[in-house]
């Protein structure tokens, strides 16, 4: 008996009961499917294990863990987007909760599967000339809280006057070691190499990144820390982990020794803003994920 099963008119959430790996596990507890039906449902995103969304075959399942599958005709409803959830929206702006593993906007190797294309979908589900329009952008592998604009003229005014629209952005960080200073400031000239990866520069001409960090608990192995963005640079956090000797947890590619969650240790919980049109202060959360909490207790 690998799983215990739940199920809803959306979805069907499966507990693992013992190791294995994500498609043997699937093609088990789905067993009135065919191998290619249940490939075709992990390459679309319809799965997620805990916390994020995963597509790879020989993702190593532990006993606890939920597997979630999103049923086919619940994703392609309005009300059902694939990785991420609407938290807010109006005639201007729509606000989502982004869950790890979905892209931000578009790459060279996917189009659709990502969020900038779903909620194109979406809006136009209502009128085919609606529109959305990217004013930040999450990594791929971080979660949390994401804004859209749903016309040019508010994509401008947000893009424009971002620094004084934006009130506050905090992130969580899962890091690697305990951190024993309880708080800091972080501050450098980011540059990026020809292979886009970002690193903090002697010299000044680079752009000026600030980050402010406090620690929420911490153990010998793991740090759970709250930061909060001074600049938005890209990579920003991410960088500035490593600088302080606390690679963010599962960033191999800024120095992270192992990745124990499946998953980037980063987390988009906050996000404050004057509202672009009628200037009311709004404020959104997304909780933080349980395995963040969880290792570093």
Partial sequence: MKSKFRSNNNSL???????TELLPFLLEVMHNRSRNSVKSILTRGQITVDDHIETKHNYPLKPGQQVIVLKNKAAIKQDQLIGMSIIFEDKDIIVINKEAGLLSIATK????????????????????QNRVFVVHRLDKETSGVMMFAKNEKTKRQLQDKWKDIVKERTYVALVEGKVTKPSGRIASWLKETKTHLMYSSPDKNGQHAVTHYKVLQSNNEFSLLEVQLETGRKNQIRVHMKDLGHPIVGDKKYGANGNPIGRLGLHAKVLSFNHPTTGQLLLFKADVPRSFYNKSK
């Fill in 109 to 128: 190797k996917e189009k659709q599967q990502t969020v900038h294309h779903q909620l194109m979908e979406y809006v136009r589900q209502q009128d085919p």
């Fill in 13 to 19: 959430t499966y507990t693992v009961k013992e190791h």
